[in-house]
């Protein structure tokens, strides 16, 4: 792939938006190798994800305004509809997602973010999306996921004005869990995604469809689905050996995801 990154570690990976001198702008060829890199993931051996850009200025600053220039409004409409598919896809997958962001998360950039699980940032990162100011609206979930994550106020500012946060505020509104210098991000990324994946993945993977499926459900809806995903857990060799561990007070063996 030209410009995607893929390192497979201990029970987890790390996907780089690698586009550096166009700081790591989506156009649809990022899209779609991202896109395949997702279809690709060996949940057996991936338990959790991080996303993240090359280099320290940049985690994706956006869409490609080269590329989106010159589209009719069906081009447009296509071309958004492609970048909410990818996104959505990675919203979806059964383990979770860590982004790490190090540096301007803009436009597409920010809804790639809202579409991780988890956000950590560097010192030097920067929220916002800027479409208003260039005639368009977001069109990879941005309007959808900003005001679920941080409430539709703050959201309708950012979105409406352009408003630009800089990473200490991410962190004050919700928007990030965590801000690191530049050069501790990625450690603190996979020291987190190393922690997730020593966890029982059924666990894990059950627990993060609970969240996500109940949270666009009313609660008696939600609690009904928790209850489901609860009573799958059971009978597995994870949950036998870590309910064992415990009564027994020593460490459990090494989760098998079965």
């Not at 896109?35 to 090359?54: E, K, N, Y």
């Not at 800027?130 to 994550?149: N, V």
């Amino acid at each position: 792939m030209d410009f995607i990154l893929y390192e497979q570690k201990n029970g987890y990976a790390i996907v780089t938006i690698n586009r550096e001198k166009a700081l790591n702008a989506l156009n649809s060829q990022v899209l779609e190798e991202l896109d395949a890199t997702l279809d690709a993931l060996d949940f057996s051996a991936v338990r959790c994800l991080i996303v993240t850009g090359a280099g320290q200025k940049s985690f994706v600053a956006g869409a490609d305004i080269g590329e989106m220039s010159t589209l009719t409004k069906a081009e447009g409409e296509a071309f958004g509809k492609k970048g909410n598919a990818v996104f959505r896809k990675l919203e979806s997958l059964p383990i979770p997602v860590i982004a790490a962001v190090n540096g301007f998360a803009l436009g597409g950039g920010c809804e790639l973010s809202l579409s991780c699980d988890i956000r950590l940032a560097s010192e030097n990162a920067r929220f916002g999306q800027p479409e208003t100011g260039l005639g368009i609206t977001p069109g990879f979930g941005g309007t959808q996921r900003l005001a679920r994550a941080i409430g539709v106020g703050k959201a309708k500012e950012m979105l409406y004005a352009c408003t630009q946060v800089k990473a200490e505020e991410a962190k004050a509104i919700g928007l990030v869990n965590a801000v690191y210098p530049i050069d501790e991000l990625l450690p603190a990324a996979e020291k987190l995604a190393a922690k997730i994946a020593a966890n029982a993945p059924i666990a894990v993977r059950n627990t993060k469809k609970a969240v996500n499926d109940g949270l666009q459900v009313d609660i008696d809806s939600a609690i009904a689905i928790e209850a489901k995903l609860f009573g799958d857990c059971f009978e597995s060799a994870d949950q036998k050996e870590g309910m064992a561990a415990f009564l027994e007070r020593r460490e459990h063996a090494p989760f098998e995801n079965k």
